[in-house]
């Protein structure tokens, strides 16, 4: 689990604050992932990152801005957050094929509250 | 577009007993399919993957899973559950028609009772 690691672990934030998310992987894959988990609901798929270029944003609403400056490291920066969006934020790491065979590893989370 | 259903909210089995969580999937093309696990306050482990050849694949912790095609099944097996397989389970799917995107079900908590 050390492979990917994601800071801070737990975020409370008000609906006017601007926050950050981190996320850094040790593994040297070419590829990162920001998913979110609700309870009793599928993953869902944020953004992705190959090569460090964004190639997928599943209509994300722009409160969520995501960042990857290399191959390492992905930022999901937080602003005027609403409620429902209380949720475990994860990241994920992949070494990206062309064959789509590629296993994600993901880190341990963080849980963020908006009040 | 790709989906996976996990038709289980959750699965209670005694401690010894064989443990199986279902998982079927709908694909265009040819599957590759995932299963991860979660603890609490953690996150998703990696099981096991069946990307082609033996439909029987074998991962961590002694699991396997099955891959049947004509059923689109992908069920997970522990011979012998233990307390400490208690946690949530997601089966996953990527579309090998080349779409990258992995596809999770909603998980089912397994419990494992002494």
Redesign the interface.
Known sequence: ?TG?T?TPRHLVMGMTNKKSLKCEQHLGHNAMYWYKQSA????E?MF?YSLEER??NNSVPSRFSPECPNSSHLFLHLHTLQPEDSALY?C?SSQ?TS???D???????T?LTVL | AQSVAQPEDQVNVAEGNPLTVKCTYSVSGNPYLFWYVQYPNRGLQFLLKYITGDNLVKGSYGFEAEFNKSQTSFHLKKPSALVSDSALYFCAVRDGDGNNRLAFGKGNQVVVIP
């Not at chain 1, 009793?40 to 993953?43: I, R, W």
């Open positions: 689990e990917v994601q009793k609901k599928p993953l798929l992705v190639v997928e994860l994920a990206a064959g789509y065979t296993t994600q590893y993901f880190g341990p989370g849980r």
